[in-house]
């Protein structure tokens, strides 16, 4: 089973994780890198002053080439930003929390803004089963699903983890198990 799965008699917790992902890391570092190279490339095709100092870009023509440079570079340092503050709110993590003493379902979530505690409380009435779904594609990441009875699918998985099928199989079994309801797409 993976660390992130606490199971007792009663209570079953599992923690999501959120955007702190290696990935997530690399993207953001990348990005703001690419985008301060694009941006000063920019910056030196209109003052023509070289300020990347391994090339010499005070030829190049300021209209197209250096405006467009500048453009995609401040884009691309706005985006690295908005990456940087996702991870740093650590937006989508949270734990699912499934508790038989009182019947019912626990999400929580982290979010951006005002709401950034997002928390959603499900009895266990309401449940139909739990779905197992994987997309039929190259990158294919299977992902479990909370049925409730008036037809809508909970994500109880994260997506930004890869785990073998074999593994995502038995914690749905267990999960089904656990809340004794019906196990879907096996």
Same mark, same amino acid.
């Given at each position: ?59 190049? /023509?300021?209209?197209?080439?250096? %405006?467009? &440079? ?9 985006? +690295? #930003? *908005? ?40 009895? /266990?009435?309401?449940?139909?089963? %739990?779905? &197992? ?9 299977? +992902? #479990? *699903? ?41």
């Amino acid at each position: 089973m993976s660390d992130n799965l606490i199971t007792k008699d009663v209570i079953r917790y599992e923690y999501i994780l959120g955007s702190r992902s290696i990935s997530n890391f690399l993207f953001a570092i990348i990005m703001f890198c690419g985008g301060l190279a694009f941006f000063l490339s920019g910056l030196s095709s209109y003052f023509k002053t070289n300020y990347i100092p391994f090339s010499d870009l005070t030829g190049l /023509f300021f209209l197209p080439q250096g %405006i467009t &440079l500048l453009f995609y570079g401040t884009i691309a340092i706005c985006i +690295s #930003i *908005f990456i940087w503050i996702t991870i740093a709110l650590d937006v989508g993590s949270g734990t699912n929390i499934y508790n038989k003493s009182t019947s019912e379902i626990i999400i929580y979530r982290k979010g951006i803004g005002r709401s950034r505690e997002i928390k959603y409380v499900y009895p /266990f009435s309401i449940i139909e089963s %739990i779905r &197992l779904r994987s997309t039929e594609s190259f990158n294919s990441v299977p +992902s #479990i *699903f909370l049925c409730l009875k008036d037809k809508r699918e909970i994500p109880l998985t994260q997506l930004t983890a890869n785990p073998p099928i074999k593994e995502i199989e038995e914690r749905a079994a267990n999960l089904a198990k656990f809340l004794n309801v019906y196990l879907d797409g096996m």
